[in-house]
């Protein structure tokens, strides 16, 4: 299963998101849930750094894992583009989880410190 989580700031913005893990809907190479996953995550990674300049901290590793933190000193105007963005991907990924929970889990937590 791919776990998901995403972490918000006591006001909502989201601040960095991670996912680890395997769907295992299919062989490797045949995962749409998989796939799906990784087009909707990258995506939104790609849109941020090319249509707001911003430059996510990004980590990757063994086991699918993938954790992006968005750096938090960024202009309000530039804030509000960035999350617009991962607000989108949050709503993709929801619809696979919804169509594959067996699949794919979504958790939110919220940081204690904005």
Known sequence: MIQTT???TESGRIQSFTLSGHA???N???DIVCAGVSAVSFG???SVIALTGV???IEQGEGGFLRCVI???LSSDTQEKVQLLLEGMVVSLQTIERD???HIKLTFKQLEVE
């Open 6 to 8: 995403i972490y918000r």
């Open 71 to 73: 750096p938090s000193n």
């Open 100 to 102: 594959y929970a067996k």
């Open 24 to 26: 295992l809907f299919a």
């Open 55 to 57: 430059e996510p901290g």
């Open 44 to 46: 939104a990674i790609n």
């Open 28 to 30: 490797h190479g045949n």
